[in-house]
Protein backbone atom coordinates (compact mmCIF):
# COMPACT_ATOMS: atom_id res chain seq x y z
CA UNK A 1 0.00 0.00 0.00
CA UNK A 2 2.55 2.33 0.66
CA UNK A 3 4.39 1.77 -2.41
CA UNK A 4 1.06 3.09 -3.96
CA UNK A 5 0.88 6.32 -2.15
CA UNK A 6 4.74 6.56 -3.27
CA UNK A 7 4.51 6.14 -6.67
CA UNK A 8 1.61 8.40 -6.98
CA UNK A 9 3.99 11.19 -4.98
CA UNK A 10 6.67 10.45 -7.20
CA UNK A 11 4.03 10.69 -10.29
CA UNK A 12 2.41 13.99 -9.31
CA UNK A 13 5.92 15.89 -8.67
CA UNK A 14 6.76 14.57 -11.81
CA UNK A 15 3.96 16.14 -13.35
CA UNK A 16 4.69 19.10 -11.72
CA UNK A 17 8.60 18.99 -12.74
CA UNK A 18 7.22 18.87 -16.57
CA UNK A 19 4.63 21.10 -15.91
CA UNK A 20 6.78 23.94 -14.43
CA UNK A 21 9.14 23.32 -17.55
CA UNK A 22 7.15 23.96 -19.91
CA UNK A 23 5.81 27.23 -18.31
CA UNK A 24 9.80 28.23 -17.55
CA UNK A 25 10.13 28.11 -21.42
CA UNK A 26 6.84 29.90 -22.07
CA UNK A 27 8.02 32.59 -19.86
CA UNK A 28 11.27 33.59 -20.20
CA UNK A 29 12.24 31.18 -22.86
CA UNK A 30 13.26 34.26 -25.82
CA UNK A 31 11.01 34.80 -28.10
CA UNK A 32 11.30 37.22 -31.50
CA UNK A 33 8.88 39.59 -32.76
CA UNK A 34 10.72 41.20 -35.30
CA UNK A 35 7.82 43.24 -37.43
CA UNK A 36 4.84 45.28 -36.35
CA UNK A 37 2.22 42.92 -37.79
CA UNK A 38 0.64 41.82 -34.50
CA UNK A 39 -0.15 45.79 -33.60
CA UNK A 40 -2.37 45.46 -37.08
CA UNK A 41 -4.10 41.76 -36.32
CA UNK A 42 -4.66 41.13 -32.52
CA UNK A 43 -8.22 43.17 -33.21
CA UNK A 44 -9.31 42.12 -29.70
CA UNK A 45 -5.93 43.85 -28.36
CA UNK A 46 -5.79 46.93 -25.92
CA UNK A 47 -4.05 48.56 -28.79
CA UNK A 48 -6.37 48.27 -31.15
CA UNK A 49 -7.02 52.10 -31.14
CA UNK A 50 -3.65 52.82 -31.79
CA UNK A 51 -2.72 50.44 -34.50
CA UNK A 52 -2.75 52.46 -37.39
CA UNK A 53 -0.40 55.51 -35.34
CA UNK A 54 1.85 52.29 -33.85
CA UNK A 55 2.22 51.28 -37.16
CA UNK A 56 3.06 54.44 -39.25
CA UNK A 57 5.52 55.42 -36.22
CA UNK A 58 7.34 51.67 -36.44
CA UNK A 59 8.35 52.09 -40.50
CA UNK A 60 9.31 56.06 -39.29
CA UNK A 61 11.69 54.38 -37.12
CA UNK A 62 12.64 51.65 -39.65
CA UNK A 63 12.97 54.38 -42.67
CA UNK A 64 14.80 57.37 -40.39
CA UNK A 65 18.48 57.14 -41.25
CA UNK A 66 20.29 54.98 -38.12
CA UNK A 67 23.47 53.05 -37.80
CA UNK A 68 22.87 49.29 -36.57
CA UNK A 69 25.55 49.03 -33.73
CA UNK A 70 26.57 46.13 -31.19
CA UNK A 71 28.40 45.34 -28.02
CA UNK A 72 29.28 41.90 -26.12
CA UNK A 73 27.41 41.62 -23.52
CA UNK A 74 29.03 40.46 -19.87
CA UNK A 75 28.31 37.06 -20.87
CA UNK A 76 29.78 36.61 -24.38
CA UNK A 77 26.50 37.62 -26.37
CA UNK A 78 26.09 40.25 -29.15
CA UNK A 79 23.69 42.56 -28.50
CA UNK A 80 22.47 45.10 -31.32
CA UNK A 81 20.79 48.28 -31.09
CA UNK A 82 19.77 51.14 -33.55
CA UNK A 83 21.70 54.55 -33.46
CA UNK A 84 19.84 57.43 -34.42
CA UNK A 85 21.98 60.75 -34.47
CA UNK A 86 20.51 63.73 -33.17
CA UNK A 87 21.51 67.65 -33.38
CA UNK A 88 25.60 66.98 -33.35
CA UNK A 89 25.38 70.98 -33.27
CA UNK A 90 23.38 71.11 -29.70
CA UNK A 91 25.62 69.37 -27.37
CA UNK A 92 22.15 67.28 -26.64
CA UNK A 93 21.85 64.13 -24.02
CA UNK A 94 22.15 60.37 -25.24
CA UNK A 95 18.99 58.59 -24.35
CA UNK A 96 19.03 54.62 -24.17
CA UNK A 97 15.95 53.15 -25.06
CA UNK A 98 14.74 49.72 -23.75
CA UNK A 99 11.63 47.66 -24.93
CA UNK A 100 9.30 45.66 -23.32
CA UNK A 101 8.89 41.72 -22.74
CA UNK A 102 8.86 39.64 -26.20
CA UNK A 103 8.47 43.62 -28.07
CA UNK A 104 10.73 45.70 -30.13
CA UNK A 105 12.18 48.99 -30.10
CA UNK A 106 10.45 50.54 -33.20
CA UNK A 107 6.62 49.50 -31.95
CA UNK A 108 7.60 50.00 -27.98
CA UNK A 109 8.82 53.37 -28.94
CA UNK A 110 8.11 54.52 -32.30
CA UNK A 111 6.08 57.86 -31.64
CA UNK A 112 8.19 58.71 -28.94
CA UNK A 113 11.65 58.09 -30.72
CA UNK A 114 10.16 60.93 -33.40
CA UNK A 115 9.25 63.22 -30.60
CA UNK A 116 13.05 62.62 -29.05
CA UNK A 117 14.63 63.01 -33.26
CA UNK A 118 12.60 65.97 -33.63
CA UNK A 119 14.01 67.62 -30.96
CA UNK A 120 17.11 66.79 -31.04
CA UNK A 121 18.17 64.02 -28.69
CA UNK A 122 20.56 61.22 -29.93
CA UNK A 123 18.40 57.82 -29.38
CA UNK A 124 20.30 54.38 -28.87
CA UNK A 125 17.36 51.91 -29.64
CA UNK A 126 18.19 48.59 -27.99
CA UNK A 127 17.38 45.11 -29.11
CA UNK A 128 17.55 43.06 -25.26
CA UNK A 129 18.52 40.33 -25.27
CA UNK A 130 16.84 37.36 -26.89
CA UNK A 131 14.75 39.86 -29.01
CA UNK A 132 15.33 41.32 -32.15
CA UNK A 133 18.83 41.06 -33.77
CA UNK A 134 20.01 40.30 -30.09
CA UNK A 135 21.50 36.85 -28.98
CA UNK A 136 20.25 34.88 -26.02
CA UNK A 137 18.32 31.92 -25.44
CA UNK A 138 16.59 33.50 -21.97
CA UNK A 139 14.87 36.51 -21.31
CA UNK A 140 15.87 38.24 -17.67
CA UNK A 141 12.88 39.99 -16.98
CA UNK A 142 15.82 43.07 -15.92
CA UNK A 143 18.31 41.04 -13.62
CA UNK A 144 20.48 40.26 -16.57
CA UNK A 145 19.49 43.27 -18.96
CA UNK A 146 20.51 45.73 -16.69
CA UNK A 147 23.96 44.72 -17.19
CA UNK A 148 23.15 44.73 -20.51
CA UNK A 149 22.16 48.59 -20.17
CA UNK A 150 26.13 48.96 -18.53
CA UNK A 151 27.57 47.62 -21.88
CA UNK A 152 25.58 50.14 -23.58
CA UNK A 153 26.66 52.95 -21.90
CA UNK A 154 30.07 51.48 -21.55
CA UNK A 155 29.44 51.86 -25.37
CA UNK A 156 28.74 55.39 -26.00
CA UNK A 157 30.92 56.62 -23.32
CA UNK A 158 33.70 55.00 -25.34
CA UNK A 159 32.47 56.48 -28.84
CA UNK A 160 31.10 60.12 -27.48
CA UNK A 161 32.97 60.96 -25.24
CA UNK A 162 33.06 60.67 -20.88
CA UNK A 163 31.40 63.87 -20.66
CA UNK A 164 28.33 63.09 -22.66
CA UNK A 165 24.68 63.21 -20.40
CA UNK A 166 23.04 59.90 -20.78
CA UNK A 167 19.49 59.17 -19.53
CA UNK A 168 18.05 55.61 -19.26
CA UNK A 169 14.87 54.95 -20.52
CA UNK A 170 12.72 51.84 -20.85
CA UNK A 171 9.06 50.66 -20.68
CA UNK A 172 7.29 47.72 -18.67
CA UNK A 173 10.48 44.87 -18.89
CA UNK A 174 12.67 47.91 -19.93
CA UNK A 175 11.28 50.16 -17.17
CA UNK A 176 12.20 47.52 -14.40
CA UNK A 177 15.64 46.96 -16.42
CA UNK A 178 16.62 50.95 -16.17
CA UNK A 179 15.29 50.99 -12.07
CA UNK A 180 17.55 47.82 -11.68
CA UNK A 181 20.81 49.27 -13.73
CA UNK A 182 20.60 52.12 -10.93
CA UNK A 183 21.75 49.31 -8.22
CA UNK A 184 25.30 49.07 -10.48
CA UNK A 185 27.86 51.49 -10.44
CA UNK A 186 26.78 53.40 -13.17
CA UNK A 187 29.25 56.82 -14.15
CA UNK A 188 28.96 60.22 -12.74
CA UNK A 189 27.20 61.55 -16.19
CA UNK A 190 23.79 59.07 -16.17
CA UNK A 191 21.66 62.43 -15.78
CA UNK A 192 18.20 60.38 -15.30
CA UNK A 193 16.10 57.76 -15.69
CA UNK A 194 12.14 57.53 -17.14
CA UNK A 195 10.45 53.86 -15.78
CA UNK A 196 7.10 53.70 -17.54
CA UNK A 197 5.10 50.90 -15.96
CA UNK A 198 8.18 48.79 -14.75
CA UNK A 199 7.72 46.08 -12.03
CA UNK A 200 9.20 45.62 -8.99
CA UNK A 201 10.53 42.27 -9.66
CA UNK A 202 10.39 39.21 -11.97
CA UNK A 203 9.28 36.86 -9.00
CA UNK A 204 6.03 39.50 -8.37
CA UNK A 205 4.98 39.89 -11.77
CA UNK A 206 4.73 36.49 -12.39
CA UNK A 207 2.92 36.21 -9.54
CA UNK A 208 0.44 39.00 -10.37
CA UNK A 209 0.17 37.31 -14.15
CA UNK A 210 -0.32 33.82 -12.60
CA UNK A 211 -3.64 34.45 -10.47
CA UNK A 212 -5.05 37.52 -12.46
CA UNK A 213 -4.64 35.79 -16.18
CA UNK A 214 -4.99 32.25 -15.36
CA UNK A 215 -6.04 31.81 -12.30
CA UNK A 216 -3.48 29.93 -10.51
CA UNK A 217 -2.05 29.74 -7.31
CA UNK A 218 1.63 30.72 -7.19
CA UNK A 219 2.72 27.72 -4.92
CA UNK A 220 4.05 25.35 -5.70
CA UNK A 221 4.04 26.77 -9.64
CA UNK A 222 6.25 29.74 -9.23
CA UNK A 223 8.73 28.50 -6.83
CA UNK A 224 9.52 25.22 -9.71
CA UNK A 225 9.97 27.75 -12.42
CA UNK A 226 12.33 29.85 -10.27
CA UNK A 227 14.00 26.60 -9.65
CA UNK A 228 14.39 25.97 -13.65
CA UNK A 229 15.49 29.99 -13.98
CA UNK A 230 17.81 29.57 -11.39
CA UNK A 231 19.21 26.01 -13.14
CA UNK A 232 19.04 26.90 -16.79
CA UNK A 233 18.81 31.04 -17.25
CA UNK A 234 21.42 31.20 -14.11
CA UNK A 235 19.54 33.99 -12.13
CA UNK A 236 16.84 33.82 -9.41
CA UNK A 237 13.41 35.26 -9.91
CA UNK A 238 13.68 36.89 -6.32
CA UNK A 239 17.06 38.40 -7.77
CA UNK A 240 16.08 41.78 -7.60
CA UNK A 241 13.73 44.21 -6.34
CA UNK A 242 13.53 47.74 -7.63
CA UNK A 243 11.89 49.27 -4.84
CA UNK A 244 15.32 48.18 -2.58
CA UNK A 245 17.68 49.09 -5.28
CA UNK A 246 15.98 52.64 -5.48
CA UNK A 247 16.35 52.99 -1.91
CA UNK A 248 20.21 53.93 -2.69
CA UNK A 249 20.25 55.37 -5.17
CA UNK A 250 20.78 58.98 -6.18
CA UNK A 251 20.40 58.95 -9.83
CA UNK A 252 16.65 61.72 -10.27
CA UNK A 253 13.52 59.07 -11.87
CA UNK A 254 10.68 59.98 -13.56
CA UNK A 255 8.15 57.14 -13.35
CA UNK A 256 5.15 56.80 -15.53
CA UNK A 257 2.07 54.21 -15.27
CA UNK A 258 -1.80 53.78 -16.18
CA UNK A 259 -4.11 53.59 -13.36
CA UNK A 260 -6.25 51.38 -15.40
CA UNK A 261 -2.82 48.86 -16.05
CA UNK A 262 -4.29 44.79 -15.19
CA UNK A 263 -0.54 43.39 -16.35
CA UNK A 264 1.49 45.42 -14.17
CA UNK A 265 -0.52 46.88 -11.32
CA UNK A 266 0.60 50.79 -10.51
CA UNK A 267 1.05 49.69 -7.33
CA UNK A 268 3.85 48.50 -8.12
CA UNK A 269 4.99 51.77 -9.34
CA UNK A 270 4.02 53.85 -6.92
CA UNK A 271 6.02 50.98 -4.23
CA UNK A 272 8.83 51.83 -6.19
CA UNK A 273 8.50 55.57 -6.19
CA UNK A 274 8.06 55.52 -2.35
CA UNK A 275 11.20 53.81 -1.76
CA UNK A 276 13.20 56.02 -4.47
CA UNK A 277 15.45 58.15 -2.37
CA UNK A 278 16.68 60.15 -5.43
CA UNK A 279 14.82 63.19 -6.81
CA UNK A 280 11.50 61.81 -8.03
CA UNK A 281 8.34 62.92 -10.08
CA UNK A 282 5.47 60.67 -10.94
CA UNK A 283 2.89 60.96 -13.28
CA UNK A 284 -0.34 58.91 -13.61
CA UNK A 285 -2.77 58.84 -16.31
CA UNK A 286 -6.65 57.67 -15.58
CA UNK A 287 -7.92 54.86 -17.55
CA UNK A 288 -4.44 54.20 -19.30
CA UNK A 289 -4.06 50.45 -20.07
CA UNK A 290 -0.40 49.01 -20.14
CA UNK A 291 2.39 51.21 -21.52
CA UNK A 292 -0.98 53.16 -22.59
CA UNK A 293 -0.25 56.39 -20.73
CA UNK A 294 1.38 58.08 -23.91
CA UNK A 295 -0.63 56.94 -26.43
CA UNK A 296 -4.15 58.46 -24.36
CA UNK A 297 -2.21 61.81 -23.00
CA UNK A 298 0.74 62.44 -25.30
CA UNK A 299 1.00 65.92 -24.71
CA UNK A 300 0.83 65.77 -21.17
CA UNK A 301 3.58 62.82 -21.39
CA UNK A 302 5.81 64.84 -23.64
CA UNK A 303 5.80 68.02 -21.59
CA UNK A 304 6.47 65.68 -18.60
CA UNK A 305 9.12 63.72 -20.66
CA UNK A 306 10.93 67.20 -21.87
CA UNK A 307 10.83 68.68 -18.38
CA UNK A 308 12.72 65.61 -16.78
CA UNK A 309 14.99 66.19 -19.83
CA UNK A 310 15.60 69.18 -20.06
CA UNK A 311 16.33 70.15 -16.16
CA UNK A 312 18.10 67.13 -15.33
CA UNK A 313 20.63 67.37 -18.65
CA UNK A 314 21.13 71.14 -17.70
CA UNK A 315 21.39 70.66 -14.40
CA UNK A 316 23.95 68.02 -14.45
CA UNK A 317 24.46 64.29 -13.60
CA UNK A 318 24.06 62.33 -10.33
CA UNK A 319 27.13 63.63 -8.46
CA UNK A 320 25.01 66.45 -7.89
CA UNK A 321 23.45 66.20 -4.41
CA UNK A 322 19.68 65.71 -4.05
CA UNK A 323 19.42 68.99 -2.17
CA UNK A 324 21.03 70.92 -4.51
CA UNK A 325 18.79 69.29 -7.28
CA UNK A 326 15.77 70.19 -5.16
CA UNK A 327 16.56 73.57 -4.72
CA UNK A 328 17.39 74.35 -8.26
CA UNK A 329 13.57 72.82 -8.89
CA UNK A 330 12.21 75.31 -6.41
Same mark, same amino acid.
Given at each position: ??????????????? /??????????? $??? =??????????????? %?????????? %??? $??????????? @??? &? #??????????????????????????????????????? +??? !???????? @??? +????????????????? @????????????? /?? =????????????? $???????????????????????????? !?????????? @???? &????? $?????????????????? #??? &?????????????? +?? !?????????????????????????????????? !???????????????? /??????????????????????????
Amino acid at each position: MMWLVAAGLLGAMGI /LLIVSFFCFRF $AIR =AGRINDYSIWETADK %SIYRDFHSMI %SEN $ARWADQADYEQ @VSV &Q #SFDGLTLYARYYEGDSQADMPYILLFHGYHSVGRTDFGD +VLR !FYHQKGYH @VLL +VDERGHGLSQGKYIGFG @VLECRDCLSWIEY /LQ =ARFGQQISIFLEG $ASMGATTVLMACGLSLPANICGVIADCG !FTSPWEVLRH @VLRS &QYRLP $AFPLLWLIDWWARLLAGY #SLK &QASTPEILKHTQIP +VL !FLHGKADQLVPCEMTLQAYEACAAPKHLCLVENA !FHCGSYLLEKERCQKE /LEHFLQYYGKSGAHGKTNKEREKNMK
